[in-house]
């Protein structure tokens, strides 16, 4: 019982498959052409006489109607033979042939499913449909391998960063407990209370990028160069205690976007800049210039150099350039990365490079509003 369930369900599977389908048509395309040439030759004998032809003058024999339907009908009997059997035959084979591609895509489906992320269908050949669908789904593997890699960096660094300060809390304990007659209290209690904001600021940063990846909505029309003044004057006082030096240029730009948002993107730049700069003559240059594509926003920074290779990487959540980071920096490493959020919930694309100045250049375009 169970053998005859699986051998109807196979049954059921091949009927339905697209290669059965594609050699019915082709099968039945090929005999509906045949019965119809088959049928008008038919009509055609509608114009030879039921009778006897004599030939005047020669006597020759001329068949007529009754003699051209009994020699007609066997060859056609064998003529949708034929074309039954070709169509069949060649229908599958043709079939078989165009569906090759596909099978590769399903393969290339079933490695991924899987789990093999570096899978790539790789089809080749004339750009058929197949061969965009390939494209596509390969170049979404490339997009979805990025995400999860970053996913597991995310993971892996934010259990690092929240670990160190748990452990550095764990320490500072221990050692109380063990020499509590020589422990200064009062310098314990406040390496605790700068451990503990420094954990506090991490996952508040962190609870505000999943805010922003979660629930990120253009509100209006909004002035950037309002923005800029406001976002200047936030960071006014880190910057001054810093000594680095905050020059603008803006020329007046309006974008579609949320207020509150775009503000903590233009501070988080200007914070990047100011807490990753030299210690003498700092300076962060922040200009909003109109372009032929939309609006770009760009801060740049003096500084001591990055490393090319890790510059691709600074928009992921805790990636930071060692040889830019300060020394007792307040930052969370989260910085661009909200940065690279808020841009693409705006539809804008951040770039980054280094800068003439030392430091970094980053570049965030806006699409022209419509």
């Keep these: 019982m169970i053998e005859d369930t699986e051998r109807w369900r196979r049954l059921q599977r091949f009927v339905h498959s697209a290669r059965f389908r594609m050699t019915a048509a082709f099968a039945g395309f090929l005999v509906l052409a045949g019965a119809t040439l088959l049928l008008a030759a038919f009509a055609v004998l509608r114009f030879v006489p039921d009778e006897a032809i004599q030939l005047t003058g020669s006597g020759d024999f001329v068949p007529d109607r009754s003699d051209l339907i009994g020699v007609l009908a066997p060859t056609v009997g064998y003529a949708m033979l034929f074309f039954v059997v070709v169509g069949v035959v060649g229908g599958w084979l ?3 042939w165009l569906l090759r591609p596909l099978k590769q895509i399903q393969a290339g489906v079933r490695a991924v499913a899987a789990g093999d992320l570096t899978h790539r269908i790789a089809l080749r050949g004339a750009p058929t449909e197949y061969f965009e669908l390939a494209e596509a789904f390969d170049g979404m593997l490339d997009r979805v391998e990025h995400t999860v ?6 993971a892996s660094n934010a259990s690092h960063e929240l670990r160190t300060p748990i452990a550095v809390i764990r320490t500072l304990l221990e050692v109380a407990e063990q020499d509590p007659e020589g422990t200064d209290y009062d310098e314990l209690v406040q390496r605790l209370e700068i451990t503990n904001r420094r954990s506090q600021n991490l996952v508040d940063a962190l609870l505000q990028l999943a805010r922003v990846e979660a629930s990120a909505q253009l509100v209006g029309r909004v002035d950037l160069s309002a923005i800029v003044a406001k976002a200047a004057d936030a960071v006014r006082t880190e910057a001054d205690a810093s000594g680095v030096i905050i020059s603008t240029a803006v020329d007046p730009c309006f974008v579609d976007g949320d ?12 914070q990047n800049g100011i807490r990753h700069n030299r210690p003498s003559d700092a300076r962060v240059n922040l200009a909003v210039e109109s372009t032929a594509c939309g609006v770009a926003v760009i801060v740049e920074n003096t500084g001591t150099g990055v490393d090319p290779r890790i510059i691709p990487t600074l928009t992921e959540p805790f990636v930071r350039g060692s040889s830019r980071v300060a020394s007792g920096t307040s930052g969370t490493g989260l910085g661009l990365a909200l940065v690279a959020t808020i841009a693409t919930a705006h539809g804008a694309a951040v770039h980054i490079e280094q800068s003439p100045l030392g430091g970094l250049l980053v570049r965030v375009d806006f699409a022209a509003q419509r």
């Design 94 to 96: 043709l079939s078989g």
């Design 149 to 154: 890699d970053s996913q597991r960096r995310f």
């Design 259 to 270: 207020a509150v948002l775009l503000t903590q993107l233009i501070v988080n730049l200007l």
